[in-house]
């Protein structure tokens, strides 16, 4: 089960991860943060080069898109997810372990010259449900449907959608024994990503289940704000 976890000041993702991501054909940027002839010798398919010395100053490569997830790995991968999350994009995560757990995860690695543009385009998705639905839901409620919040434990405390069930994504593994099967489960997070991570797992299990791929915002007060991506 994906999942995005706190190591020490950064957010990192397993290995795991990026496989069912490349598995699931999902839309994501990795990034390889070695030098480029080091790289070169070795590197996880799909990513491109872009060396920790030079990310300071990349900001205008990167996508448009402030939701895209960034994967990192290779030295100085600590200072860059600072970097790249101060312009807003706050699904990067640290590859944790790097390429040496890539390998042991028994990944890949391709050889020569890696690509250097940047690049992010969503794919549409099956199971998506559309804002306007979401929000009908959200605020009339529907005795055949429920709304699963499968954020952390800690961004739920600061505000969840009034009548929603907090279950984070790395733990509906071992909690389907909570959910209804007679009902519609909706899954949402902050960007859709885990959302429809989590839809795959309930899917797979034999739940009827859609997820919101947009950016919501969400108060204490379980206000909230979606902003398509």
């Not at 899954?187 to 299990?205: F, P, Q, W």
């Amino acid at each position: 089960m994906p999942e995005w976890k706190k190591g020490g000041n950064q957010l990192v993702s397993e290995a795991s991860n990026l496989k069912e991501m490349i598995t699931k054909d999902m839309a994501y940027v990795l990034i390889d943060l070695r030098d480029p002839a080091e790289a070169a010798k070795g590197f996880i398919p799909g990513a491109v080069t872009l060396p920790a010395k030079e990310v300071a100053s990349a900001k205008d490569r990167f996508p448009g898109d402030k939701s895209a997830p960034v994967i990192l790995y290779g030295n100085g991968a600590e200072d860059a997810f600072k970097t790249i999350r101060s312009w807003g994009f706050k699904e990067t995560t640290v590859l944790r372990g790097g390429l040496e757990a890539w390998k042991q995860s028994g990944g890949e690695l391709k050889t020569g010259s890696l690509g250097t543009a940047i690049s992010y385009v969503p794919k549409p998705r099956p199971g998506e449900i559309s804002i306007e639905e979401f929000k009908a839901l959200a605020e009339k409620g529907a005795k055949d449907k429920m709304i699963l919040d499968v954020r952390d434990l800690d961004e739920a405390m600061n505000g969840i959608i009034r009548g929603a069930t907090n279950i984070p994504a790395d733990k509906i593994a071992g909690r389907l024994a909570e959910l209804p099967k007679d009902k519609e489960i909706i899954t949402h997070c902050t960007t859709g990503i885990r959302a429809e991570m989590a839809y795959d797992d309930l899917k797979e299990n034999g739940y009827k289940v859609r997820f919101l791929n947009a950016v919501i915002q969400i108060d204490k007060d379980g206000k909230y704000e979606i902003t398509k991506k």
